[in-house]
Structures are given as structure tokens and as C-alpha cells.
């Protein structure tokens, strides 16, 4: 595997203004990047935008769009499949509930699946038709290690992490032969202010399971850089994945329940 350099200049990335999203966003534009930052709150990404061009120079647009939306979508499919093109897209926002699936309005879940499942699939659609047009770019989908087969008790938030990973494995072979990369970015528990927005108390998640956000982005490009499929930051969490992709199911439904009740408890 090489450890080239990514050729590509201009990246979008979803879900920038904040947690996972605004570390991408510092990160590339640190290293030279041209930026199109997504997200509902346009005060937040205007503030964001102005300091990363001030600090490094670079050309920093701002896309305020509601990604659970019809509209909020095309806005940025629009941009995807504009000049001056998108080289590098990364699929970041996403969302958890924490009320058990039985008890939640199925109007929270199904805006969950827009902007967790639709959106990255709206998106992708987007980027990939230049990309393979043009020979390259890459896409980063932020997935989550809770896809990876811990059936959560009334999670579709697993159930939508699982799709994500299985669909960036997927498209990412079909692409490759074509000099376009995908590639799934699995974190574990990442210190973001995503579970308190969420409403999750995760007083009680030890700290050596958090990891920082710039780390995750910087083991996420690494991997990309070295054409990986899935990426899963920290030894810690590969270890766990190696785990659970080899339990057995009916196992982790067990572990599953004891460590999160008969009703559960939203995602990571
Ligand atoms: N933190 C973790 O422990 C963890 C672990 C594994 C995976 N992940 C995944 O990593 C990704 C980022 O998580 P994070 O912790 O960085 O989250 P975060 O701190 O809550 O940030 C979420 C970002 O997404 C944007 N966003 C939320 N809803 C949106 C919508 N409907 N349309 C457009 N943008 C929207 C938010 O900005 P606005 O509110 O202004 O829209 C914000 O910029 C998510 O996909 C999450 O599932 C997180």
C-alpha cells in the first residue's frame, strides 16, 4: 500500500459546522484544501468559513441546507455536479435518536433514514457521476463501529450505520477500476456534543473509550490515502470489531441486551 498524497483540491463536507465535520474542515483546509461546508446552521458555517480563510487563504463556500429535506439535498447535489468540481466529498452529518423504537414518533424516525441513509445515497449519486468522468476523487462516508452488527435494541440507528458501511464497501469496489475512491469511516465514541444533543447520558462511558475528534480524521485520510475499504480509528476499536464480526449473533443480542435494557439506548 502507498502512502501517496491525495491529488484532489476541493473538498465538501456535510455536518461541518460542529463534532467530526468541523475537525475535517480544519484539517483539509490546514493542508490547502478549497472548502464547501454543509449544514442547517448558517451563522455557525458563515463564522467557521470566514476564520479557516482568514487563517490559510483558501476558498472556503458555505451550503446552509437541511439534508433531511428533498430541497436540502438538491441544493447540494447541485454544488456536487458544478464547477469548479468536488474532488473529495465527505458524507459526515448524521443523527441519533434516544427514545426506544416503539415509543418514538415515525416522523423522527424516518428523518433519521433521510439524512442517514438518503442523504449519503443522494450525495454519493452526485459526487461519483464527475468523478468517474474525470478519473478521480474520493468519498468518505461517516459510518459508525455500531454498524458493525450489535443489533441494538430499537436502534435504527445501528441499522442505519450497518447500511452505510455495507453500501460504501459496495459502491467502493464497483469505482475503484475507475480511479474513484469509497471509503467507510467508522469512529466508536468520539468527543463531540453529538450525544447531548442526542440526550444520551454517557456519564458512564469510561474515558479511555472516547477518542478526539482529530484523530479520527487524521487515522480516516491515512486509510484513504492507503485505498482502505472501512476504517475503524484506534487499535482499541479494531479490536472490538474483530470481535463482533466474528461473534456470533445470537451472542451479541445477549451482550446487547444486558448492556442496554429491553428498550435501548440511542447510538454512538
Ligand atoms: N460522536 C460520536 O461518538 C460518533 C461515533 C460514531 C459515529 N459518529 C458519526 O459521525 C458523524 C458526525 O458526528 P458528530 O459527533 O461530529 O456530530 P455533531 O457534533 O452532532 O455534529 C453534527 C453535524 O451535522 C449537522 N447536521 C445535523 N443534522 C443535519 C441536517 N438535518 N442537515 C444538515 N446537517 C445536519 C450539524 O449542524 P447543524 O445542526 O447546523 O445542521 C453538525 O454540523 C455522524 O454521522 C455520527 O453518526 C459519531
Known amino acids: 500500500m502507498t502512502d501517496a498524497p491525495l491529488s484532489p ?3 465538501l463536507i456535510t455536518g461541518a459546522s460542529l463534532g467530526i465535520g468541523e475537525a475535517f474542515a480544519r484539517r483539509l483546509a490546514a493542508d490547502g484544501w478549497d472548502l464547501v461546508l454543509v449544514a442547517r446552521d448558517a451563522g455557525r458555517l458563515d ?9 490559510h487563504g483558501h476558498r472556503v463556500e458555505t451550503i446552509a441546507a437541511d439534508l433531511s429535506t428533498d430541497d436540502g439535498c438538491a441544493a447540494v447535489e447541485g454544488r456536487l455536479t458544478a464547477d ?9 452529518a448524521g443523527i441519533s435518536l434516544n427514545t426506544p423504537f416503539v415509543r418514538s414518533a415515525v416522523a423522527d424516525e424516518a428523518r433519521l ?3 442517514n441513509v438518503l442523504a449519503v445515497l443522494r450525495l454519493t449519486h452526485a459526487a461519483l457521476g464527475p468523478m468517474v ?13 455500531a454498524g458493525f452488527g450489535v443489533p441494538m435494541p430499537g436502534s435504527t ?21 475507475l480511479g474513484v475512491r469509497v471509503m467507510a469511516l467508522c469512529p466508536g465514541y468520539t468527543r463531540t456534543g453529538y450525544h447531548e444533543r442526542a440526550g444520551i ?23 484513504l490515502r492507503k ?26 443480542r445477549g451482550v446487547s441486551r444486558d448492556t442496554r435494557g429491553r428498550v435501548g439506548r440511542a447510538g454512538d
Not at 84 to 92: S, T
Not at 202 to 221: I, K, N
Not at 227 to 252: D, E
Request: no cysteine; hydrophobic share 45%.
Open 9 to 11: 483540491r476541493r473538498a
Open 47 to 55: 463564522a467557521l468559513a470566514a476564520e479557516l480563510t482568514g487563517r
Open 84 to 92: 469548479p468540481p468536488v474532488e473529495l466529498l465527505v458524507n459526515n
Open 113 to 115: 433514514v433521510r439524512l
Open 133 to 145: 468522468e474525470r478519473g478521480h476523487g474520493a468519498v468518505i462516508n461517516v459510518s459508525s463501529v
Open 157 to 177: 440507528y445501528s441499522a442505519s450505520k450497518a447500511w452505510v458501511t455495507n453500501f460504501s464497501e459496495s459502491i467502493g469496489q464497483s469505482v475503484a477500476p
Open 201 to 223: 447520558d454517557m456519564s458512564r462511558t469510561p474515558a479511555w473509550m472516547w477518542l478526539r475528534t482529530d484523530d479520527v480524521v487524521d487515522e480516516g485520510l491515512r486509510d
Open 227 to 252: 485505498g482502505k475499504a472501512v476504517s475503524v480509528p484506534s487499535w482499541k476499536y479494531k479490536l472490538a470489531v474483530a470481535g463482533l464480526r466474528h461473534a456470533p449473533r445470537r451472542l451479541l
